[in-house]
């Protein structure tokens, strides 16, 4: 058993991610799941990039590719999605929004 793999079985125990240099289809397969999910939550490729990278410790550089090679397979859908995403309002679920109901001082 080489070096990479020995480090898998034990990065394996800890986390279950697949290993990219042992596994590097299955990592891949991983990502692009875990971008389709972020596309089904609505997020950009920057967004997605920070949450791959905070959430799962994926390398910013492989969503990147990984997302570059989606867009090339699938050019009519990220148009769409894009153009979705920039017709919507600004929304972001961190804004504090005012309260609804607001007690107005009628004393002024």
Same mark, same amino acid.
């Given at each position: 058993?080489?070096?990479? /793999?020995?480090? =898998? &079985? ?8 697949? /290993? ?15 971008? $389709?999910? /972020? @596309? ?5 490729? =920057?967004? /997605? &990039? ?10 910013? @550089? +492989?969503? @990147?590719? +990984?997302?570059? $090679?989606? @867009?090339?397979?699938? $050019? ?18 961190? +804004? ?5 109901? &607001? ?6």
């Amino acid at each position: 058993m080489d070096m990479r /793999c020995r480090r =898998d &079985v034990v990065m394996h125990l800890q986390h279950p991610f697949p /290993c990219l240099h042992c596994h590097p289809h299955t990592y891949i397969r991983m990502v692009q799941n875990l971008i $389709e999910r /972020c @596309l089904l939550l609505n997020m950009d490729r =920057d967004q /997605c &990039v920070k949450a791959l990278a905070d959430h799962a410790r994926i390398r910013p @550089l +492989v969503t @990147l590719t +990984v997302w570059k $090679e989606l @867009l090339k397979e699938n $050019e009519d859908f990220f148009r769409s999605y894009f153009r979705s995403l920039s017709s919507r309002p600004y929304t972001n679920r961190y +804004v504090q929004r005012a309260p609804r109901f &607001v007690r107005r001082s009628h004393w002024k």
